[in-house]
């Protein structure tokens, strides 16, 4: 049902809304997007239209949302335009990629961007699948409720928040796992759901405080002292699964929720993951698994490896510490399918044969040399690959610093763009009931801002890996490529995503920092102080001539500034205070 703003009044159709809209006694919202139209038509050197122009339909003053663009089959009718914003005059520049609709219409648009159904989260090739959510009993409720006490008894003042803030009532804590189960461990696949158990608490309870890290503040510190307590463990130096998975949780919470303490105190422990993991043989390759149960332990320990993998390399070209693991390192085979890895004992035997394992190793040479062809993977697989890419990158830097000898450098590009081709193509390839999706659009607009951070990354003329933080304070040896990198990643995040908002994806707003950040040091100009017509200004921008002439960033800073307010990780709350200055 979609309900009208002006009189509450529903619809179950969101093109009647539309028209409703229209008709209404007030229309002033709706005649506020049309002169925002003609002022950006005018703006960039035609006529307006007197018309709002979207995929679907357009708006005109006589006639309100009637007018089809595109067939319901999917083909154009003699009146389609392209999705291009466009003025009278045929000499204007064409905006060739981006559309811009979500800029005219951000309160029509944006009622609907919700996702069909959690279950087909990053599983996109197939059809979604179905899950419940594990339940806890009663005793194994209070086990966690005591241990997690225990974890704070020394700390009355934490303790006593514990306590009040209501966090380990039965129905938070259910809540909370909930959470883990549908969040986390969708976007970082780690802990396999099917075969769970609740055997291990240290696990447990490192799954029922990440659940609760965006609802209760104290979750983190909570974090914070279980993982003091897992390093006192000697299982985990022996490599135990559960502990290891816990230990990942932990680092995944102190690097993007925890405080600055917390945040600097994971990073200079993250070493520690890597050496258990390599003293334990996660990362080679090891014999076909038989049995179901065999398989899980063995692509768990897989799984746990890349994730491993992965944030040493967001905490290395995020925050700019070095890196402790190579993707050279990994030996074993690409995580499976989502479909595969949430499969039932029954479902399992049948969808393993329709599968082959993938060798990482292959995969990434695919990418790097021109010798070796690239195989075909999913979307997860290639997000695992885009790691495996600035891990090489981060190797190579260690080795040739600065920009001396670019033969690395050129490797590199070389592999980003084989990746962004072979990314595209995927896209591509799903069918388009799933691309308009809006958690599609989510994962592929988080996983391009990593893509368009590499890029940022290699422009930079960096001796030594150094702090990102104070972005606006480095040099680049490439200023136009950082700018349009910087300013692409601004501008599809405002398109595909409800103001940038990618649910789960930790390292994206890492990546909107360091943009804005690069777009702040760069144009310190005058003009339209409207956020949309200063994106829309930029989009039509090629990279030859990002520079000029001058914008005001500032619309685009504050807005990203607020955003970043908000976020979960007091680290970058900090930073958004500082941010315009």
């Known amino acids: 049902m979609f309900t009208c703003n002006q009189c509450s009044k529903a619809f179950k159709r969101k093109d009647h809304l539309k028209r409703h809209m229209v008709n209404h006694s007030d229309t002033k919202h709706v005649y506020r997007h049309l002169k925002r139209h003609k002022e950006k038509d005018i703006e960039a050197g035609g006529e307006g239209l007197g018309e709002l122009v979207t995929r679907r339909k357009f708006w005109s003053p006589q006639e309100g949302y009637t007018k089809k663009v595109k067939g319901e089959d999917g083909g154009s009718s003699p009146d389609s335009t392209d999705t291009r914003l466009f003025s009278k005059n045929d000499s204007d520049t064409f905006t060739e990629n981006h559309n811009f609709e979500a800029a005219l219409e951000p309160e ?9 159904t959690v279950w087909n989260k990053y599983n996109f090739e197939y059809p979604s699948v179905d899950c419940s959510m594990p339940t806890l009993d009663q005793p194994t409720m209070e086990r966690v409720q005591r241990f997690v006490r225990g974890l704070c008894e020394t700390e009355k003042v934490v303790l006593e928040t514990v306590n009040s803030c209501g966090m380990l009532e039965s129905s938070s804590v259910q809540r909370s796992l909930g959470n883990f189960f549908s969040g986390f461990n969708l976007t970082y696949p780690l802990v396999h759901l099917q075969t769970f158990g ?12 990440a659940g609760s890290c965006t609802e209760y503040l ?3 510190k ?58 334990n043989g996660y990362f080679k390759q090891t014999s076909e698994p038989g049995s179901w149960h065999e398989w ?13 993998l992965r944030l040493d390399v967001e905490k290395s070209v995020l925050f700019g510490c070095a890196n402790t693991l190579s993707a050279y390192e990994l030996h074993c085979n690409m995580p499976c399918s989502l479909q595969l890895w949430m499969a039932s004992a029954e479902e399992w035997q049948t969808l393993r044969r329709r599968s082959r394992p993938l060798s990482f190793p292959a995969a990434l040479q695919g990418y790097l040399s021109s010798k070796h062809g690239i195989i075909a993977t999913d979307g997860h697989q290639k997000q695992v690959l885009l790691h495996g890419i600035l891990s090489v990158f981060l190797d190579r830097q260690k080795l040739g610093p600065g920009f001396s000898d670019n033969n690395w450098k050129l490797q590199v590009l070389t592999a980003l763009e084989n990746w962004s081709d072979d990314f595209s193509q995927w896209q591509n390839s799903i069918k388009e009931s799933v691309r308009n999706d809006p958690i599609f659009m989510q994962f592929t607009t988080s996983v391009g801002a990593l893509y368009r951070h590499a890029h940022l990354l290699l422009s930079t003329d960096f001796a030594s890996p150094k702090k990102l933080l104070a972005m606006a304070d480095c040099t680049f040896a490439d200023t136009r490529t950082a700018v349009w990198h910087a300013s692409q990643m601004i501008i599809e995040g405002y398109l595909n995503l409800d103001y940038w908002q990618a649910d789960g994806s930790f390292h994206y707003d890492w990546c909107l920092y360091t943009a804005a950040m690069v777009i702040w040091k760069h144009f310190k100009g005058s003009g339209s ?19 000029a002439p001058p914008i005001d960033a500032r619309p685009i800073v504050e807005h990203l500034q607020k955003k970043f307010a908000q976020n979960p990780s007091l680290v970058l709350k900090s930073l958004a205070k500082d941010m315009s200055q």
């Open 296 to 308: 899980v332990v063995s692509e768990s320990r897989i799984r746990a490896a890349f994730l491993a």
């Open 222 to 279: 909570l974090v914070a002292m279980l993982e003091k307590r897992l390093f006192e463990l000697p299982g985990l130096l022996g490599g135990n699964l559960q502990l290891v998975q816990a230990l990942i949780v932990c680092q995944f919470v102190n690097f993007f929720f925890g405080d600055k303490m917390q945040h600097e105190h994971g990073l200079a422990f993250s070493g520690v993951l890597t050496h258990i993991l390599r003293q």
């Open 218 to 220: 104290v979750a983190t």
């Open 529 to 547: 102080t409207d956020m949309a017509k200063v994106l829309l200004n930029l989009s039509r921008r090629t990279p030859q001539d990002i520079m």
């Open 198 to 209: 609740t055997e291990s608490i240290y696990l447990l309870a490192s799954l029922v405080l």
């Open 108 to 116: 029509l648009l944006k009622l609907s961007r919700r996702s069909s």
